[in-house]
């Protein structure tokens, strides 16, 4: 059952790759219009966007690899929109040095700074958390209507068929190179190997990717609920829920 309180329920999930690049790309784009039409001559409103989108770019890449976690349960939007202040700031202050180059850095201090940033950050949050709890919402609609056709199917007995003895219930990738595999008797078994070639080994059992993390066979499930990230399925036999990511909806 999902929270009341939209900042504490799970938000879209945001690894660093192609579509967060394009949607700086796009913040770039819109800030470079913006301020071309209404402020600046077109060089330095390109200025300002290469900046915005170098930035952006940069601190998700950095903040990926320096083991920020935007995906899972504790991915909120409470902390998408923390995450989003301090993008705010740092772009903040970018174009603060950029506007300073532009004037002999004559207005170089810290206060200058903070008097700038700090309304920025606040008013610009204004309509990102707007923007957000419309895409949580949207996106919980959608994945509800999956994760209700799973169960309607289960129900039916397409997805509920009893596997085979000692089949795997699900499997988790543990290590790059390894993945543990639960096991219908509720014993595990460890594969060292990639969660990819394990999950072309298993094809054959009826066994599919449902995560990037995650492998698990349809007929052990039992039940599907939703959030913005996804499904969370339960299986036969275990406590332990599975995620299922918007990319493998179809594997299912």
């Known amino acids: 059952m999902l929270s009341r309180n939209p900042f504490s ?60 976690v935007r995906t899972g349960p504790r991915w909120t939007l409470l902390r998408w929109t923390l995450d989003q202040a ?46 957000g709890v419309a895409l949580q919402l949207r996106a919980e609609q959608e994945h509800q209507r999956t994760a209700s056709r799973i169960q309607v199917g289960a129900l039916g007995g397409a997805a509920g068929a009893e596997p085979a003895t000692e089949g795997v219930v699900f499997g988790r990738r543990s290590t790059p190179n390894s993945v543990t595999l639960h096991l219908t008797g509720g014993t595990t078994r460890e594969m060292a190997q990639s969660i990819e070639q394990t999950d072309r080994e298993l094809r054959q059992q009826g066994v599919v990717r449902c995560h990037a993390d995650y492998l698990v066979d349809p007929r052990q499930i039992v039940a599907a609920s939703a959030d913005a990230q996804g499904l969370r399925l339960r299986l036969r036999g275990t406590e332990a829920t599975v995620p299922v990511s918007p990319a493998y909806f179809r594997e299912l």
């Open 86 to 131: 301090v993008l705010l700031f740092l772009v903040s202050c970018a174009c603060f040095l950029v506007y300073n180059a532009t004037v002999d850095w004559s207005v170089l201090n810290l206060r200058v700074l903070l008097y700038i940033t700090l309304p920025t950050v606040v008013v610009g949050l204004l309509p990102i958390i707007f923007s």
């Open 9 to 68: 329920r799970p938000f879209p999930e945001r690894s660093f790759g192609r579509g967060i690049v394009i949607g700086h790309a796009r913040t770039a784009v819109f800030v470079l219009l913006a301020l071309w039409i209404f402020l600046f001559d077109l060089p330095r409103s390109l200025a300002y966007g290469l900046v915005v989108f170098a930035v952006a770019v940069a601190y998700s890449f950095v903040t990926d690899r320096l083991g920020v």
